[in-house]
């Protein structure tokens, strides 16, 4: 997707086509007034013109890479480092061409000590841009160390013993002259190899990288065979040819990335470190240098530095990816298995012969748990139901929590009677005395029960059969009940639904609609509250009624929750990006408030995006604080702290406590619609309006009436003092996309009518 081109990233588009003009023109004028300076003779050019050329070129190429690193965040850190590489070899440079002719100078000198990391830098650069990594992490500079120094010691294990034999002493100076172009070489054929591997696309950038470090191999193959052994050797053609390379290298790394083909399998990277490791041990062990020059001893020792380090590396990844593979089979809060991992397991079990049933168990009474003692009281009884479940099954079966307060349970048993007795037996162990909070609770539970049929495949529909079956047994007060076609009706669609639901989520098939807020003095906009579509592929745009409930029961609502805050910062960022200065507005549940998930996301978007957090204001109803107050108002801060704004929403349906309000962060409260439709025929609501008016402006608090339908209402509201309207007469929710026209055309009406 392409980002909105704002007046600062014009800006910056603007100067990086300035750049790179004067780059190429900066190249083309050294090239011209290095062999017109030169007779046209491949000579040495005068070494006040090489500087000359050196300080304007590299100062351009390192500019470009940062500008186009602000461009594309997603590639500025490899661009970055590139930009390290370049700078190393502009300082190597500048160092080689100052304090007398470069001809008169040894090689190796005090300039290879910037020449030659700039390899890593590049190394590292490509690794970064291939992989997409954001950040350069130890891993990406382990391995571009290991590139560089493996191929350095294969060298000087290949080439230090002949090279000595016929050169003597000076054939330590040839090896490394013939280490650059073999790391040349080998940076290029690493970046075919990323195509290969699906890691790289077959686009422009990658032929110019190619031709990159082609031209910079074919300039370090002139240096060492015009040069002395133990000499340095410049003249036009090989500054040109530099030149040339380092331009078409900035170039590749400023030009879109192509996509690749495949993705980049990892199994190249452990071959890698087995080599290098390997040629690195052989450079040391081997000494085919008997001087041992520092740049085999030093490249050998750092190869094996980094070889160790990555394997410390390696191995923390495979823990971490055992561990991240059992956290993603475990319920977070009781230690069970979690549904992914129980319909993986029944999966596995049908595809052998034997027995296997499925119990999907669900407690009775747990949501007035949650509501009168709070989430917390909630959550320890949800772990004993478990640690219960698991002493009472057999070892043969495997104990789960599929959602919410729901269970699942498989059993390796097809005996009608025997599951029976087994749910019954599951059923008198929970409704045993649990202790939570000081309080003795006694949990009922309803257990549907299915078992295998020779036409099941997969797990899931196992455990389509024992939800009918469980809700049966609540709706009838059963207690258990096995699963029988002849009840298979409005379950099976309203399961359906869930599965679409879930599916929906994870496609992107939910939607925001967006009703404004004006200000009831002014009239201007001020806020646009969010509200929750599906656009469902078969039955079209769906309310919030008609799926909320059953993502609420399927537990869908924290990755639903997460999926509205992503689209409304989203909508936030680009209508501010337009000069729209209005609130966005969602509502946010109880569970999902104190949940702890949403307040860290919705903070990491926030930042991700770069939008001030003022911009977004969180809904929360009375409910949150009566469930747990204290974990409410300790997210309230949270989210005060970090300056998004907050609303009491549907206030005076609720428990409605000044002494809680007083107490709490927010910013601003919502009249329940209730109050304002009736306030004009009934004088206990507007009693209640004018009231909470009062209170809440007593307490420094905006207040918004909802519901407002009629210009007669809106008109009373305003005598009143209400701070804000929202209701059909402003206008109806409509889509993100039509919000800037109605913002537009009602800011042009308000003008008419000031004109009048």
């Known amino acids: 997707m392409t980002a909105p081109r704002t007046p600062g990233r014009r800006r910056l588009l603007v100067l990086d086509t300035l750049l790179r003009r ?73 160092v080689l061409h100052q304090g007398g002719d470069v001809a008169d100078k040894s090689f190796p000198g005090p300039a290879e000590l910037f020449f030659s990391p700039s390899y890593a830098a590049f190394a590292a650069y490509l690794l970064l841009d291939a992989s997409g990594r954001t950040t350069a992490s130890r891993k990406t500079w382990l391995e571009a160390v290991l590139v560089c120094g493996g191929v350095t010691c294969l060298s000087a294990s290949l080439l230090a013993s002949p090279l000595g034999s016929v050169f ?36 422009r950038d990658t032929w110019l990288l190619v031709g990159a470090f082609a031209v910079l191999g074919a300039s370090d193959v002139l240096f060492l065979l015009a040069a002395a052994p133990d000499t340095y050797f410049v003249n036009v053609v090989t500054d040109v040819s530099y030149g040339l390379a380092f331009a078409l290298l900035v170039a590749a790394a400023c030009a879109p990335r192509s996509e690749p083909v495949r993705q980049h399998s990892g199994r190249t990277r452990g071959n890698l470190l087995v080599g290098a490791g390997a040629v690195a041990l052989l450079a040391l062990v081997l000494r085919p240098l008997d001087s041992g020059a520092w740049f085999v001893t030093v490249p050998a020792v750092a190869t094996l530095v980094a070889t160790g380090a990555r394997l410390l590396v390696a191995l923390r990844e495979a823990q971490g990816a055992a561990e991240a593979r059992k956290l993603s089979r475990t319920d977070e809060l009781t ?27 669900d407690l009775d009474g747990f949501k007035e748990v949650n509501d009168s003692l709070g989430h917390s009281a909630g959550d320890a009884l949800l772990q004993e139901v478990g640690h219960r479940l698991v002493r009472t099954l057999p070892a043969s079966s495997r104990v789960s929590r599929v959602g919410g307060d729901e269970f699942a349970l498989m059993v390796l048993d097809d005996d009608g009677l025997s599951l029976t007795r087994l749910a019954r037996q599951v059923r008198a162990v929970l409704s045993e005395t649990i202790t939570v909070d000081g309080l003795d609770l006694a949990v009922g539970a309803s257990v549907g029960i299915t078992s295998r049929l020779p036409e099941d495949l997969d797990a899931v529909t196992m455990l389509r059969r024992a939800d009918v079956a469980m ?220 009231s909470t008016l009062q209170m809440a402006h007593a307490m420094g608090l905006r207040v918004v009436a909802e519901g407002v339908e009629d210009a007669s209402t809106a008109a009373e509201l305003v005598a009143c003092g209400v701070d804000v309207l929202q209701g059909y007469h402003i206008a109806r929710p409509m889509p993100a996309a039509e919000v800037g026209a109605w913002v537009a055309e009602w800011r042009s009406a308000l003008r008419t009518r000031a004109a009048r």
């Open 335 to 361: 230690g069970l298995l979690n549904r992914r991992a129980i319909l993986a397991d029944v999966d596995a079990r049908l595809r052998v012969d034997g027995p296997v049933s499925l119990m999907l168990l």
């Open 471 to 690: 809700y049966r047994a609540k709706h009838a007060r059963l207690g258990e009940s096995t699963y029988d076609p002849a009840h298979d009706g409005f379950s099976r669609e309203r399961l359906e639904q869930v599965e679409s639901l879930r599916t929906g989520i994870a496609d992107g098939q939910l939607v925001l609609w967006y009703q404004p807020q004006v200000d009831a003095a002014t009239q201007q906009v001020t806020a646009v509250e969010a509200l929750v579509r599906w656009e469902h592929p078969q039955h079209g745009l769906l309310g919030p009624l008609a799926f909320l409930p059953e993502a609420r029961r399927a537990g869908l609502m924290p990755a639903l929750t997460e999926a509205v805050v992503a689209m409304v910062v989203a909508d936030a960022r680009r209508w501010a990006d337009l000069g729209q200065t209005f609130t966005v507005s969602f509502n946010c549940a109880p569970p999902e408030l104190l949940g702890g998930r949403m307040v860290p996301a919705l903070l990491d978007a926030v930042r991700e995006a770069g939008l001030p957090p003022d911009r977004l204001l969180v809904e929360v109803t009375e409910d949150s604080f009566v469930t747990d107050p204290e974990k409410a108002r300790a997210v309230l801060q949270e989210l005060r702290r970090n300056r998004v704004q907050t609303a009491i929403d549907d206030y005076g349906t609720g428990f409605s406590s000044l002494a809680y309000l007083r107490d709490l962060p927010v910013q601003e409260l919502k009249i329940d619609r209730s109050f304002v439709r009736t306030m004009g025929s009934d004088s206990s609501s507007r009693v209640i309006v004018e």
């Open 168 to 203: 003597g002493a000076e054939g330590l100076a040839l090896l490394l002259a013939v280490v650059y172009p073999l790391l040349d070489l080998f940076l290029a054929v690493l970046v075919l190899g990323q195509v290969l591997l699906g890691a790289r696309g077959l686009g």
């Open 22 to 94: 004067a780059m190429w023109a900066v190249v083309v004028l050294g090239t011209v007034l290095g062999l017109t300076s030169t007779g046209f003779s491949a000579t040495p050019a005068p070494q006040g013109l090489t500087l000359a050329v050196l300080s304007a070129f590299f100062p351009l190429a390192c500019l470009r890479l940062v500008v186009a690193a602000l461009l594309g965040p997603e590639r500025r850190t490899a661009r970055l480092v590139l930009v390290s590489g370049v700078a190393l070899w502009a300082v190597g440079s500048i």
